[in-house]
């Protein structure tokens, strides 16, 4: 099969050629191997070897042959495993993360580990310890965050479908940019099992895609109760490949009150052209208001860096990767932290460490909990009026490297509208709305449209989205050869 022809197949499309015989699994590993081989985004931190990529998926599977790659915070046996973090440096897990789990067992074969924002902690992929992953619409720009590495590489063509994660907005964020497909489930969809911890109340592993079918068979294979996690419940009845084409009867919410200033005249210009396209298949759109909205990003800063502080103290140079100093044990402490961590991940631990000491414990962690009911509770009276909440992904389009990164705040606003999602705990999609020029002009990036749900309704979400995407019929092709050298 022609090169072309291999590029441009979907997940589920390569699967069919491989079932019907049109293609060998071997040639399609052969072919994704020689694409990761060739990357020119920094999108990949490890990339397997066509041995040790075969050994990884099982025949016979559903998806079987298809390859896939791995957002470098799921562990994997004997596979290095950094969450792009110095600290982590030489770490080999002994185990094998659930999700990667079941990938292989499906028949994919990992590529690879993408790259992405230390720790999760980042909308740009400029906060890895090993460099800057870029956007392949345009390589002075950033591809989103966190799992930028996973969005690039699906976009840019080094991979047919992702692996990444998602506390704050890290699989739309970065998709919206990317122009690809990033779902992140109701929280407990999927198991956490080897999923290293960055906040454990928001973490949610989910599918970045060429499109929304590919983002269902994904689910289906992810999802499920792990005995491993605890928080894990699994979706009743699973995921189906959707079919809608209509949507009739469907009504969505947009929360006119949250989408104000800071948007990029592009971005809501595709906002409103897609809310035209919902009400041209039968969609009725309705204004709501999610009153504690705008206080998400306030709260969820003190929640998830709360979170991380707790989680991350367990790197201490004993027992992963990098030891800085043989000292004496408080030196090696205070050392291995100093220099394994980066700024951002300092920043996080200190703010967290502060929001948790006893005295303020009250003041802050306490009251974020409570802007956090607040906003479930908000989701949970507009879901009585309406199906879907819609937004745009992100306020912009992709930025420039270097653009946000000495204003951690405006860098935080990215999320402005995912966050509030995530504190709720409900499942989202963002798909490829079309193309628009940044503020200030330049070529066109693709722009992202949020769809959210009331928790574990992941199958309407998904039938909508792909009528949706239908009548966008968004090309991503311009993108898709530029990812290799
Ligand atoms: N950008 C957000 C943050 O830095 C969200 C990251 C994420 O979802 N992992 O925390």
Same mark, same amino acid.
């Given at each position: 099969?022609?090169?072309?022809?291999?590029?441009?197949?979907?997940?589920?499309?390569?699967?069919?050629?491989?079932?019907?015989?049109? %293609?060998?699994?071997?040639?399609?590993?052969?072919?994704?191997?020689?694409?990761?081989?060739?990357?020119?985004?920094?999108?990949?931190?490890?990339?397997?070897?066509?041995?040790?990529?075969?050994?990884?998926? $099982?025949?016979?599977?559903?998806?079987?042959?298809?390859?896939?790659?791995?957002?470098?915070?799921?562990?994997?046996?004997?596979?290095?495993?950094?969450?792009?973090?110095?600290?982590?440096?030489?770490?080999?897990?002994?185990?094998?993360?659930?999700?990667?789990?079941?990938?292989?067992?499906?028949?994919?074969?990992?590529?690879?580990?993408?790259?992405?924002?230390?720790?999760?902690?980042?909308?740009?992929?400029?906060?890895?310890?090993?460099?800057?992953? =870029?956007?392949?619409?345009?390589?002075?720009?950033?591809?989103?965050?966190?799992?930028?590495?996973?969005?690039?590489?699906?976009?840019?063509?080094?991979?047919?479908?992702?692996?990444?994660?998602?506390?704050?907005?890290?699989?739309?964020?970065?998709?919206?940019?990317?122009?690809?497909?990033?779902?992140?489930?109701?929280?407990?969809?999927?198991?956490?099992?080897?999923?290293?911890?960055?906040?454990?109340?928001?973490?949610?592993?989910?599918?970045?895609?060429?499109?929304?079918?590919?983002?269902?068979?994904?689910?289906?294979?992810?999802?499920?109760?792990?005995?491993?996690?605890?928080?894990?419940?699994?979706?009743?009845?699973?995921?189906?490949?959707?079919?809608?084409?209509? =949507?009739?009867?469907?009504?969505?919410?947009?929360?006119?009150?949250?989408?104000?200033?800071?948007?990029?005249?592009?971005?809501?210009?595709?906002?409103?052209?897609?809310?035209?396209?919902?009400?041209?298949?039968?969609?009725?759109? %309705?204004? !709501?208001?999610?009153?504690?909205?705008?206080?998400? !990003?306030?709260?969820?800063?003190? =929640?998830?860096?709360?979170?991380?502080?707790?989680?991350?103290?367990?790197?201490?140079? %004993?027992?992963? +990767?990098?030891?800085?100093?043989?000292?004496?044990?408080?030196?090696?402490?205070?050392?291995?932290?100093?220099?394994?961590?980066?700024?951002?991940?300092?920043?996080?631990?200190?703010?967290?460490?502060?929001?948790?000491?006893?005295?303020?414990?009250?003041?802050?962690?306490?009251?974020?909990?409570?802007?956090?009911?607040? !906003?479930?509770?908000?989701?949970?009276?507009?879901?009585?009026? %309406?199906?879907?909440?819609?937004?745009?992904?992100?306020?912009?389009?992709?930025?420039?490297?270097?653009?946000?990164? $000495?204003?951690?705040?405006?860098?935080?606003?990215?999320?402005?509208?995912?966050?509030?999602?995530?504190?709720?705990?409900?499942?989202?999609?963002?798909?490829? $709305?079309?193309?628009?020029?940044?503020?200030? +002009?330049?070529?066109?990036?693709?722009?992202?449209?949020?769809?959210?749900?009331? $928790?574990?309704?992941?199958?309407?979400?998904?039938?909508?989205?792909?009528?949706?995407?239908?009548?966008?019929?968004?090309?991503?092709?311009?993108?898709?050869?530029?990812?290799?050298?």
């Amino acid at each position: 099969m022609a090169d072309m022809q291999l590029l441009a197949a979907s997940g589920a499309e390569t699967a069919a050629q491989i079932a019907a015989g049109e %293609v060998s699994a071997d040639e399609v590993l052969d072919f994704w191997l020689s694409r990761a081989a060739n990357d020119r985004l920094n999108g990949y931190l490890w990339k397997s070897g066509p041995e040790s990529a075969r050994e990884g998926g $099982a025949p016979g599977g559903p998806l079987s042959g298809v390859p896939i790659a791995i957002k470098d915070i799921f562990c994997t046996e004997g596979v290095p495993t950094t969450a792009a973090s110095r600290i982590l440096g030489g770490y080999v897990p002994p185990y094998t993360a659930t999700s990667v789990s079941k990938t292989a067992a499906a028949g994919m074969p990992m590529l690879g580990k993408t790259n992405m924002d230390e720790f999760a902690m980042g909308s740009s992929n400029e906060n890895s310890a090993y460099g800057a992953c =870029l956007n392949p619409w345009d390589t002075e720009r950033v591809p989103g965050g966190s799992s930028g590495g996973s969005a690039a590489v699906v976009a840019g063509g080094l991979a047919p479908w992702a692996l990444g994660t998602d506390t704050g907005g890290s699989i739309r964020q970065p998709a919206g940019f990317c122009g690809i497909v990033g779902l992140k489930p109701t929280y407990g969809a999927i198991s956490r099992y080897g999923m290293i911890a960055f906040a454990s109340s928001l973490d949610q592993c989910g599918p970045l895609t060429r499109n929304v079918t590919d983002a269902a068979l994904l689910l289906e294979v992810l999802q499920g109760r792990d005995e491993m996690d605890t928080t894990s419940v699994g979706i009743e009845g699973g995921i189906k490949a959707p079919t809608a084409e209509r =949507l009739d009867g469907m009504t969505f919410g947009v929360p006119r009150g949250l989408i104000g200033e800071g948007i990029e005249a592009g971005v809501l210009a595709r906002f409103e052209d897609t809310l035209i396209r919902i009400a041209e298949l039968g969609g009725e759109i %309705v204004d !709501i208001e999610l009153p504690h909205a705008g206080h998400a !990003i306030s709260a969820y800063y003190v =929640l998830a860096p709360a979170e991380a502080s707790t989680n991350l103290s367990r790197y201490d140079g %004993v027992r992963y +990767g990098l030891r800085s100093s043989d000292e004496d044990l408080l030196s090696m402490y205070e050392l291995t932290r100093e220099e394994g961590f980066g700024p951002e991940v300092k920043r996080r631990i200190m703010l967290g460490t502060y929001a948790l000491s006893s005295g303020y414990y009250d003041a802050y962690y306490g009251r974020a909990q409570k802007v956090r009911t607040r !906003i479930v509770e908000d989701f949970d009276s507009a879901f009585a009026k %309406v199906d879907f909440v819609v937004t745009p992904t992100s306020p912009t389009v992709a930025f420039r490297l270097g653009e946000k990164t $000495a204003d951690p705040w405006t860098m935080y606003l990215s999320d402005v509208f995912t966050v509030p999602i995530s504190l709720a705990g409900i499942p989202a999609i963002s798909i490829p $709305a079309g193309l628009a020029e940044p503020d200030g +002009g330049g070529p066109e990036l693709p722009v992202g449209f949020q769809i959210a749900a009331p $928790a574990f309704s992941e199958q309407k979400l998904i039938e909508a989205s792909h009528a949706l995407e239908q009548a966008i019929g968004f090309d991503g092709s311009a993108a898709l050869e530029g990812g290799a050298r």
